[in-house]
């Protein structure tokens, strides 16, 4: 069977730009308040859009401290695999898309009940609406191409 080109694998690009702007955004937000760096970033964050960023309840700061530790060098991979159409992706992309789908829901809907909502919904769904649509096309996106319909060696 012949490689397809990145080019030729419209969902993969889509996925793999998705997944490079969580691994970047990571790097920018999830992890410095992961290890309680206050950034200029998740200031602004918290003061224009949800205000609740800055004093996060215990589960929201665990599923905070859970992206800001794993997920980021999992974004990488991810990326990674995708551009390699490597056979290994579904062991990373689909415990990893679970992990994002569970925890972002869980964040949002705790995000959003709570006393203090955000101040700018729309910029709230879309910050952090992708990391619960962009899991469930990685999932769609293992089930429709399985590695053993890949390349052998990848």
């Not at 030729?8 to 702007?21: K, Q, S, T």
């Not at 992206?67 to 060098?73: M, T």
């Not at 290994?88 to 809907?109: D, H, N, Q, S």
Request: glycine content about 6%.
């Amino acid at each position: 069977m012949l490689a397809r080109s990145m080019r030729a694998r419209g969902l993969d690009r889509v996925l793999a730009v998705c997944y490079a702007l969580f691994a970047v955004g990571w790097l920018l937000s999830d992890l410095p308040k992961a290890l309680g760096v206050s950034t200029a970033i998740n200031r602004y964050y918290a003061d224009a859009i949800d205000p609740l960023f800055a004093q996060l309840p215990p589960l929201l700061d665990a599923i905070l401290k859970v992206a800001g530790f794993v997920y980021g060098p999992c974004y990488l991979a991810v990326v990674v695999g995708l551009a390699r159409d490597a056979r290994w992706l579904a062991k990373v992309a689909v415990p990893l898309a679970v992990a994002m789908e569970l925890t972002t829901v869980a964040y949002l809907a705790g995000d959003l009940r709570s006393a203090t909502p955000p101040k700018n919904l729309a910029a709230f769904l879309a910050l952090n609406g992708p990391y619960a649509v962009a899991p469930l096309a990685l999932l769609f996106r293992c089930a429709r191409r399985p590695a053993h319909a890949r390349r052998p060696g990848r």
